[in-house]
């Protein structure tokens, strides 16, 4: 590791980071068309810095739900798959990756460096923060292929599971890198809770009658889009790149996740537009809202609501 400074002046610490990869190969027709089932393993670490909610504290944020439940239910779900006698036709790709919680660093760099043609991936289902079902699941990105939103429902009813349904492949999690490329892409997710971003965040807390269902959903969902006669038909998205820098900054180091509105030239910022489960968002800001001060600091434009995030 080597350390260096930048043009603003901050140290710097370089690091070598991976992604881990596994495939179960397709052996029908279609066994050069990849399913990628992905989840995030980083966290925070000892919560020093940016992204802790308990900011005052040097203690290990473990992650059971941000993101272990994710990669447990993961691997699991690659177990079934490759002991059951059913061959799928396409091929699935495990992906977990890294740098998620510093800018969606690791699903960024693989959609730039695929294993293969970013063409033969026709499906991505992102699993972050699935510890924790309660009444309902949300799952994003049903309107990023025509078949999804019907698909969902239907898997969503055989295992009892209350769906609440997102059309936008957008979040601030890692299907947001491969919706920018024309990916479908299904996010599921069980939603906040006070542990979140926090040490409490802790393994005897999660439900895992709940992620055993989520796992059984996931299968399901795999098998059927891995056995489809067709892939899915991807809509039409005109924001692409545009749209996935806004939200990839939603989980950098100095990003609440809003976009300001140029055309406010008075005191403050005015949002223009907030990123779902963004900081922001969490804590209730809404476009239109004017941002005029942040932890204390006065906030008169979009330098100074900048600085006031570092």
């Known amino acids: 590791m080597t350390s260096e400074v930048d043009q603003q002046g901050t140290l710097r610490h370089p690091q070598s980071l991976k992604n881990v990869l596994a495939a179960l190969p397709g052996t029908g027709d279609f066994g050069d068309e990849t399913i990628v089932l992905g989840a995030h393993y980083d966290h925070l670490g000892y919560g020093d810095g940016w992204g802790s909610l308990a900011p005052w504290t040097h203690d290990i944020h473990n992650g059971a739900d941000d993101n272990a439940s994710g990669t447990s239910v993961m691997l699991e779900v690659a177990r079934q798959l490759a002991a059951s006698d059913e061959k799928l036709r396409r091929r699935v790709l495990f992906i977990a990756f890294t740098a998620e919680e510093s800018g969606l660093v690791g699903s960024e760099y693989f959609v730039r460096h695929p294993v ?3 063409s033969n991936y026709i499906a991505m289902i992102n699993l972050d923060m699935v510890g924790y079902l309660r009444s309902n699941i949300e799952i994003s990105g049903t309107g990023t292929a025509r078949e999804f939103e019907a698909l969902v429902h239907e898997l969503g009813s055989k295992h009892s599971l209350r769906l609440v349904t997102d059309p936008s492949g957008y979040g601030p999690s890692d299907h947001a890198s491969f919706h920018a490329k024309g990916i479908p892409v299904l996010h599921l997710f069980t939603g906040f809770h006070e542990n979140y971003h926090r040490p409490s965040d802790d393994a005897e807390l999660l439900n895992i009658a709940g992620m055993r269902q989520v796992t059984q959903f996931t299968v399901d969902l795999i098998v059927q889009l891995a056995n489809a ?7 039409s998205d005109d924001e692409g790149e545009v749209q996935f820098e806004f939200v990839r900054r939603v989980n950098s180091r100095s990003d609440l996740g809003i976009q300001p509105d140029p055309a406010f030239l008075a005191d403050g910022v005015r949002v223009q537009k907030v990123a779902a489960r963004s900081a ?7 476009p239109g809202d004017v941002i005029v001060k942040l932890n204390q600091s006065a906030v008169r434009n979009v330098a100074e609501l900048r600085q006031a995030t570092l």
């Open 280 to 286: 922001a968002d969490r804590a209730g800001i809404r």
């Open 116 to 118: 293969e043609p970013i």
């Open 229 to 235: 006669e067709q892939r899915p038909i991807p809509t």
